[in-house]
């Protein structure tokens, strides 16, 4: 609203200025018209200002007064020089040293953002140390850990689009997702509170870029910078453009214990595997276990040797065995499906007819599934010929 008015009043005052005082040769109406313009011709610039990042900005206020600087400097050395046409001259040099002020000092803006003064002032190793944090690895809530133990140095660059990103879905309706948004939130304010982490935040966007991975990869270029993520598609992606990553994921993996066969491991079997038998269990890293046989140690803690170490895409698998399982019970064999066994036969009328699998023979147990009584030990079991099932003739 101030805006507005502070804009309304700067449009009358120019143009009650070009009105009084008719800069147009005497033409009240014509002095009014310019006034009028030069206002909207300044409010456009200021709207087109506003949309300038504050380094950007700086650059070019310093660039251009360098500019300026210079030109007075060169033409006081050229004054005694007799040239014709020197006003042009003198116009043209202020005019280019100007311009070309102004497009260097918004083209290394960069150089004038807060964490990379201060860091001039206290270590210069460190301007080239930004870490750019992705929505990720913020909403993951690992990084915070890793800057408690001082494993991640350097500033922690948090962009604009990324805190926009991840306040969109601490405001979605499902209830999972703005749970992880809020976290994500509360892991940034945890972030910045720590004493010795610097954390940046910084307006830089790239309105032609869509995508927020490539926003951030765009940004590490310009920021000589590396991206903090867990995602694996912004990892390999970014690592195809030559920009350096750090994935979490990949850090922990690298520091889980190392298991090798033979070894003895204390687990809490946790619930059943998906093999008959089989009990699962987890190390305090997430590490799943494979327990043979350990599917009657559910809720206890036994001791298990490793027997092999399978590395996986998703993390560790390791299966183990448990020393003190006896022979596996009725419960850890696979179960049959209520007698009807593919290779026995098939049960038509009462009466059990093999199939064109191999023949069954009458010692086989599980011919005692079958509810019709078997004949005794050593009588083959009659099949019935086609001409007897066929109806005589009258």
Known sequence: MWLALLRAFVVILLALAGYLYSPVGGHSAGGLALGAGFAAALIALEVCVRRVPGPQMVGALVGGTTGLFGARLLWANLEGIALAEDQFLHL??????????????????????????????????????????????????????????????????????????????????DSMKRNRGRRGLDILQKVQKMTGVHVQVVETDFPEVREVDL??????????????????????????RGVAVLNINELANALKPVVLPGETLRVFVLKEGKESGQGVG???????????????????????????????TAGKMIFCRWPEAGPADEGDRPRRSNGRDRHSGRIMDGRLTPMSSPAVSPHDPRLAEVAEPTPPTGTPIPTPSPAAERPKAD
């Open 282 to 312: 987890y190390l305090d890293d997430g590490t799943m276990i494979v327990v043979d046989q350990g599917r009657r140690a559910i809720g206890k803690t036994i001791d298990v040797t490793v027997t092999s170490v399978l590395q996986t």
């Open 92 to 173: 043209g040099v202020v005019v280019f040293l100007t311009y070309t002020g102004v497009v260097i000092g918004v083209a290394k803006g960069d150089w004038f953002e807060p964490a990379r003064i201060i860091a001039a002032f206290k270590d210069s190793s460190r301007l080239h140390q930004y870490k750019i944090l992705d929505t990720s690895v913020i909403i993951d809530g690992r990084v915070a850990d890793l800057c408690e133990t001082g494993f991640l140095e350097g500033t922690l660059v948090v962009p604009q689009f990324v805190l926009r990103e991840l306040q969109q879905v601490a405001d979605s309706s």
């Open 215 to 240: 926003k951030l990869i765009e940004l590490a270029r310009r920021m000589s910078g590396k991206i903090v993520t867990n995602d694996f598609n912004l990892n390999k992606v970014a690592q195809l």
